[in-house]
């Protein structure tokens, strides 16, 4: 399913990924997308959401993910547009080999699919449990150069759960937290795993709930973007 489409004046390509008969279910699915104007060697963005059912996750394989996307353009509108956008659901009902069985869905499937299917350099971004894997991403590739999450659970697990390859203190990291949200630990957690490598991580706290539409609104979403788009 490929197709140009036009979102907040910007012209990008849109390419939706589709792995068919996986091991998580009958199909993994992603979106990407590339602007007009890109370098010879692409950075991508990786931005993993958060928990959905599995009806709404079958709807949307027919559906693009526009409030991230709208997000994303925002922050590297005044930039350099040559960075590519994966856009990757979160599997639901997850079971325990979730992390290590959708990372080699990723590279091995979707990926391929792609006009960038080895970027040299990658920038992760994960919301809510999205995080998790965002986090266990950021640990099993080298070529990561940033982690951000928003309203992020898991990381923790997910950096346990990965091969914690690269120089942890080389990357960098920003959390952000609504003040009316759940689970802040979580990123002291995260925090306490990193000071253990040397590395530092800011949590940038804002007023709002957990939902989606509120980091949107009060702009944590696009600095987050914007956070790990500087960091190439």
Known sequence: MDDKIRKDTEMIEHIKLIAEDTSLGPFIFGDFYRSDIRGEETPLIIYVGGAISKEEYQLRISTEPTPVVNEFIAAVRSESPGVDLLVLPFPPEPDRSVHQELFSILLFDLLRQ???????????????IGASFATYLTFSLPQVKALSVIGGYGMSEGAHESRMVGDVNSRKYRAFWNADGDGYMENLFFLHLLTKYDAEMEIV????????????????VRDAFEFVFKCF
């Open 205 to 220: 706290t804002a007023s709002g709930g957990h939902d989606f539409a509120e980091y949107a609104s009060n702009g944590s």
């Open 114 to 128: 792609t006009p960038n299917p080895r970027p040299s350099s990658i920038a992760c971004l994960g919301y809510s």
